[in-house]
């Protein structure tokens, strides 16, 4: 029974609050929003002090844990001269500082083979994973339209990715139930089967298809390595080296939007590294900023840059009102600190193969718990036969309530059911959150009757 508070704050909660990716009577979750008063690390606490693993690092941010203590002092030490300036006519040390340790750590930053121009070098702030993907849309379009290819206008994407949420973003991404009731307000675009459905024979007719669109195509864009939203499906680096070879060859701009997988999420930095692949623009956001701040960037190479030089005409009319702000950008440099300082991958790939043991082990007792995969630090497995997240089907939410019981927050994608928890875990409560899968996955299935 929750006490008089928790009951107080539910009840204005049920009344007042729009929940995002929830419907408006949720049947999934009879137990209601958990309410949270303090969180920490891989760990939160809700008002009757019980504790949960965040086992998808809040949506994916939390890449160092909660309340990180150097975070925290970072917001304090730079709230104490500047919180906010416009970007406009005006610079700043977090800003310039952040734009220049993040251009030295790009993909290709110190490959020689890399031409000066097409190295990622020029910063642009924004908001958050949508705006970043915005950005790059924008940018991409605009190029063209002012370097005498105005008839490239359209983009290529996939089926299955997922690349934010306001309408350029939604317009490019290929998850259907996002898209479906949008339909008349989305751009078109050429949309291609996903990465990780296609055999080489394939790989290789997409590739002669960006040759076929390329005098209409403005970019391609992809999430490296996996698609995140529609269930975790990973695919080999074999394929953004052949997407990277086509978009060079067809002098078409291949944005890599890593706003889920960067900052070590599937092993190195920047998954397009497992690929050695240098995109022409890259999208980072949700771990830049710490689970402390919404902030984004989209990094562009010199030759986009360049495409804006020349009158006011010619400039990129774009910038959101928080765009660069101090305390984002402050954080960001300090996230990129403990990066350094405490070895945040190496940790990581040392957790990785515990964590691909786990979800193969899940597999294995569990029939129906399908396709077990692991890249860095996230696994999954499919509770349906379907290939794509169906998100509309409750077995992922079943598990979600034994899993709650439990002490782990477990969100599924529909039937898939996965963990992307901090970067920082440590091993012990890593085998503590996989048990807990395993369990909660037997548990829902067998209530069911379906194990
Ligand atoms: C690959 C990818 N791009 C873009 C976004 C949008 O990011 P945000 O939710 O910060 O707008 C997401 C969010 O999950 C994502 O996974």
Partial sequence: MNDPRTRALLALDRQHVWHPYTPADDPRDPLGPLVIDRAEGAFFWDSAGKRYIDANSSWWVATLGH??????????????????????????EPAAKLAQELTAIMPGHDDPNV??????????????????VEV??????????????????KFLSFRGAFHGETVGATSV??????????????????????????????????????AREADTLAAVIIEPMVQGADGMRTYGPEFLRALREACTKSDVFLIADEVFTGLGRTGPMWACEHAGVVPDVLCSAKGLSGAMFPFAVTVANERMYDGFRGDST???????????????????????????????????QSLAPTLAEGFARIAQRI???QRPRALGMLGAVDLSTSSSADYHSDLGWRVFAQARKRGVYLRPLGATVY????????HDTLHELLAVVEESVAAALSQSGSF
């Fill in 67 to 92: 309340r990180h203590p150097r975070l925290i002092k970072t917001l304090q030490t730079q709230s104490e001269t500047l919180t906010h300036i416009a970007l406009g006519g005006i610079t700043h």
């Fill in 115 to 132: 031409p000066a121009d097409r190295k990622l070098s020029r910063v642009f702030y924004s908001d958050d994973g949508s705006t970043a």
């Fill in 136 to 153: 790059a849309i924008k940018l991409c379009a605009q190029y063209w339209a002012q370097n005498g290819r105005a008839d490239r206008t």
């Fill in 173 to 210: 991404g290929g998850i259907d139930v996002f898209r479906k009731v949008y339909g008349p307000l989305l751009f078109e675009v050429v949309q291609l089967p996903p990465p990780w459905e296609l055999a080489q024979a394939s790989v290789e007719s997409i590739v002669e298809r960006i």
């Fill in 314 to 348: 010619r400039a990129f009319l774009y910038g959101h009102s928080y765009c660069g702000n101090p305390l984002g950008c402050a954080i960001a440099r300090e996230v990129l600190a403990i990066y350094r300082d405490e070895d945040v991958l190496a940790h990581a």
């Fill in 367 to 369: 029939p129906q718990a």
């Fill in 419 to 426: 963990i992307a928890p901090p970067l920082t875990i440590a």
